[in-house]
């Protein structure tokens, strides 16, 4: 087996890696979340330059809070953003994606206080800072003290403080409610909190700084109540979390960010159950092969999207558009086998985020065999080509119905399903309010059943390269088409990161695509080893210094963020902070 290869760019911190065959790793114990005791575990593949930086950043950070709170903190974690390699806004389909966890990170420690000691006797306060106080200035609030009553958020006003409040929701919500089945104590009273948070992935950028942020808070708030969750559990509860500041979103970034491995990517499935499993970069080019190594470069196209405000155009429209296009689906399969259904509601479980059906619910209609996407599919070829049927049947079925090309009408959706259009609003367009012209349902459809064969053409082609055609270029076409799909037919790209991929194209990359919710954020680029470092430079030359005149070398040598696949989110243990 090949060693990994990492690459060090001396002029930026740009790191590339390696990646041939997938190769599942060995881990000690992948249940729990991590524990680790010093800077050194947590980042592995770091060079002593960058942990210079690391004990740095690890000593101002628990200096801060000293300052601030004077007090030690009672519990301290770290939590990692995420890229994704291949498989876009599809696990909220439950279908499975391609995701690692990166080496940027967020760091959050909390004070527990006294609930007794609270002056008032209906609430307690929490007091949240960040060491960036100029961009994300403190907060002070009053809780419940009462451990059944939660916390109000309001999902209209977009405030990073939020993200705090959901993790806190939702552990409260799990403590108090699963008491007896994982023999939790009693918890008499809310405890006032003083927390502290820094984060290094950069917001909006696509690398997921929201779910670093959420996993330490839903972590932190449980493990102040002693309770020590597993990777799965936490995952489970923190993907909630953005649904609570008005997100519906899926649960690719908590996956990544919590089952994270340093020096392996994730495949991450939804269903039949949620699992992570790693797979090594290292490996091997089959000796015949004349291939190059190859690495990936992740770009920030600085192309700043916010997804929460843009949510009723974007994000949560397309939970809609993926959840009304699999009931259109299921509702002409029932038709098609003489069924009739008097309430749309019986046609799919009620999966998903919107809990009416998913299009992978969808294909389990077509084809009711459990072995999709799964090692019993042997290369995943059977699911491949139900996948396949599935996209043909969409395009057609979909293409019949809709009324432009753009797209349905709210009434022909509503008419196809038999409800009214109030009716259809109500049920699936209220609880997240929408915004749209037309439905885009066989766009988003034929999307979706693409990138999802997508994810295992990928995944086929690491595990079975051949010396008769090129990985590299094999890789970098699925990267493109995923790409072209992300333009053309789910509409989740921008203008400007699409002239980044080009650019990227042009100078050597084998595929680029944007990564993460879209509408701006990163990219990430595929590229073979003697090619990188000519693309770093057209990026620089071509892509920065042209679409952003004026930016600073320093914003531009962090817009390519280079990261090591890292480890998952961790518990600082055993007087972690006195060794920084
Ligand atoms: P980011 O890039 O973190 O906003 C979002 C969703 C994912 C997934 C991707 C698209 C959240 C927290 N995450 O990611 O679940 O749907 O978009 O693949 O909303």
């Known amino acids: 087996m090949l060693e990994l ?6 002029s930026i911190s740009l790191v590339l890696f390696l990646l041939t065959k997938l190769q599942p790793a060995t881990m000690s114990n992948p249940e729990l979340v991590l524990e680790k005791s010093s800077i050194e575990e947590i980042y592995p593949l770091a060079s002593a330059d960058e942990l210079k930086l690391q004990h740095a950043r690890y000593a101002n950070f628990i200096n801060h809070f000293r300052e601030l709170y004077n007090e030690e903190p009672t519990v301290a974690v770290r939590g990692p953003g995420r890229v994704n390699l291949i498989g876009e806004h599809i696990d909220y389909s439950n279908f499975s994606v391609l995701p690692m966890a990166v080496d940027r990170d967020m760091i959050m420690a909390v004070s527990f206080g006294d609930a007794a000691a609270s002056s008032d006797s209906e609430t307690i306060s929490v007091r949240l800072a960040n060491v960036s106080e100029s961009e994300f200035p403190s907060r002070t609030y009053t809780l419940p003290k009462d451990p059944k009553k939660f916390v109000e958020i309001d999902p209209k006003v977009s405030d990073w403080g939020n993200y705090f409040k959901c993790g806190v929701v939702v552990a409260q919500e799990f403590l108090i ?5 994982y023999n939790i104590a009693e918890i008499s009273a809310m405890r006032p909190m003083n927390v502290l948070v820094t984060g290094n992935v950069p917001t909006g950028s696509g690398l997921s700084s929201s779910a670093a942020f959420v996993v330490c808070a839903t972590l932190s708030v449980l493990l102040g109540y002693g309770f020590k969750p597993t990777r799965k559990l936490l995952t489970q509860l923190s993907i909630k979390c953005e649904q609570h500041v008005g997100v519906n979103s899926g649960g690719m970034d908590q996956a990544a960010s919590i089952y994270g491995v340093v020096d392996h990517a994730l495949f991450v499935t939804f269903k039949p159950t949620l699992t992570a499993t790693p797979f090594s ?5 089959p000796a015949d092969s004349k291939e190059e190594p190859f690495s990936f470069v992740i770009a920030n196209s600085l192309v700043v999207s916010n ?25 002409h399969l029932a038709n098609k086998a003489g069924k009739t259904f008097a309430d749309p509601a019986d046609l799919l479980p009620a999966d998903g985020n919107l809990q009416a059906g998913t299009l992978r619910n969808v294909l389990e209609l077509v084809y009711p065999d459990q072995t999709f996407g799964t090692d019993a599919d042997k290369d995943f070829v059977n699911s491949i080509e139900q996948l396949k049927t599935l996209e043909t049947l969409a395009e057609t079925v979909l293409g019949e119905s809709e009324d432009t090309p753009e797209g349905h009408t709210t009434e022909t959706v509503a008419k196809l399903l038999g409800i009214s259009p109030e009716e259809l609003v109500k049920r699936y367009m209220t609880t997240y309010p929408v915004r749209y012209n037309y439905l885009a349902l066989r766009k988003r459809a034929v999307h979706v059943y693409s990138e999802a064969a997508r994810v295992f053409e990928f995944l086929n082609a690491l595990n079975r390269p051949t010396a008769s055609s090129s ?4 890789l970098g076409d699925i990267i493109n088409r995923s790409h072209a799909s992300a ?9 400007t990161v699409d002239r980044l991929c080009a650019i990227a194209c042009a100078n050597g990359a084998a595929g680029a695509r944007i990564t993460g919710a879209g509408w701006g954020g990163a990219t990430v680029q595929l590229v073979s080893a003697s090619k990188a470092a000519g693309l770093v430079a057209a990026l620089k ?14 914003v531009i040598e962090d817009s390519l963020i280079l990261s090591k696949p890292g480890n998952g989110t961790t518990i600082l243990i055993d007087d972690f902070f006195s060794r920084v």
């Open 541 to 554: 030359e071509d892509y920065y210094r042209k679409e952003f005149p004026g930016v600073s070398d320093a």
């Open 487 to 495: 333009v053309s037919l789910f509409e989740n790209s921008h203008p």
């Open 471 to 474: 990985l590299t270029e094999t």
């Open 177 to 181: 409610n699963n008491r007896e089945e």
């Open 5 to 10: 290869l990492v690459f060090f760019f001396t």
């Open 307 to 331: 997804k929460h405000e843009t949510a009723p155009t974007n994000y949560n429209l397309r939970v809609v558009e993926v959840t009304l296009a699999a009931l259109l689906l299921a509702k």
């Open 281 to 285: 970069f290292s490996s091997k080019v």
